[in-house]
């Protein structure tokens, strides 16, 4: 039995809970290939035109993965926190997939809720391996191996790793001893994982960042509990898991001080954006002192423009810091 799980998404967000959870039941985990021009390509062909970048993208990974595996792991989420509802696009992608793409395999769209407790993830994955085995001893120890490694996982992006970095160490065996690389300048790159950590989709952000001496922090190095303590410093709250997250981070940046300055990356067709960005903008401003840029991607952004505006970005913190 093969599994095939696109790599956007919630990848950069379950995959390390998932991957184990499935090997332990005996499933042969089968990942679609790292975004690219034809995935792009293949995905715009199958969707809606006023589809966001990202759903696009999944179109395009499905495509590449439904005649190599049996069963797609495509999930209908509700919550990842018990808390916010993560964005309607997410709620439907079953169907819209389905509904999309023709001679797809069948699709594992259990819904995962965490509004209904703590307990429900496990709840989640149980049913899952139902599918899969009636041994229920079998599911239980890929439960534990899940979780086992997921800690880990959660325990590296706090020390400052990227959820690709972080997958890497782990499958390498390392442990959270390593040390993340650090550089001259600090910025806080925000943005939905499944378009910062996809080198395609985010033209190679971070690495050209990092190749200018920059120590990037991004939400997902923000401890949970921190999140939500700054999410307490709003009179209220976006719907959105994910658009949350961005925002609650760049609170929390700027109340600590940390970082040089904030990038926004955004997608383009993105509903949630519209607000989420402004709400940084506003924030940012508020604290006139941190500079801030918006990067915008879509299906035709090019990497000579994002790497223009970002080394100008760079070089005029480095010159505010006296460090050209
Ligand atoms: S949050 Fe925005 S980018 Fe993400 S799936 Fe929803 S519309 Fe698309």
């Known amino acids: ?67 190599k595996v049996d069963i797609l792991f495509m999930p209908r989420l509700v919550s990842l926190d018990g808390k916010n509802t993560l964005c309607p696009k997410f709620l439907g992608l079953p169907d819209m997939v389905r509904y999309s793409i023709k001679g797809l395999p069948e699709i594992i769209e259990n819904r995962l809720d965490l509004k209904k407790g703590k307990l429900e993830l496990y709840r989640f994955l149980f049913r899952i391996g139902r599918r899969f085995t009636d041994n229920k001893l079998l599911i239980l120890r890929a439960i534990w191996r899940a979780r086992y490694n997921f800690m880990h996982y959660r325990k590296l992006l706090l020390q400052g790793f990227t959820p690709i970095e972080a997958f890497s160490l782990l499958q390498k065996g390392h442990n959270a001893e390593v040390q993340p690389q650090k550089g001259q300048i600090k910025l806080a790159v925000l943005g939905y994982p499944y378009t910062l950590y996809d080198n395609y989709i985010s033209v190679g952000l971070l690495e050209i960042l990092k190749s200018y001496g920059v120590n990037v922090v991004t939400p997902e190095m923000v401890p949970k509990q921190e999140l939500q303590r700054m999410s307490k410093k709003f009179n209220k709250n976006l719907f959105w898991y994910y658009s949350n997250c961005v925002v609650w981070a760049c609170k929390y940046y700027l109340t600590d001080k940390s970082v040089d300055g904030i990038i926004h990356v955004t997608a383009f067709g993105c509903g949630p954006d519209s607000m989420t960005n402004k709400l940084i903008e506003l924030e940012t401003k508020a604290d006139r002192k941190i500079p801030f840029l918006t990067v915008t991607i879509d299906e035709h952004t090019g990497e000579a423009g994002v790497e223009t505006r970002v080394e100008a970005f760079v070089d005029l913190i480095k010159r505010k810091k006296g460090i050209l």
């Open 1 to 67: 039995m093969r599994v095939g799980i696109p790599r956007t998404l919630s990848y950069f967000t379950l995959y390390p809970l998932v991957q184990p959870f499935f090997e332990g039941l005996g499933v042969d985990v089968v990942v679609s290939p790292e975004s690219n021009k034809d995935i792009l390509d293949e995905g715009i062909k199958e969707t809606v035109n006023d589809a966001c970048v990202p759903i696009k993208l999944l179109h395009g990974h499905v495509a590449a993965l439904k005649d």
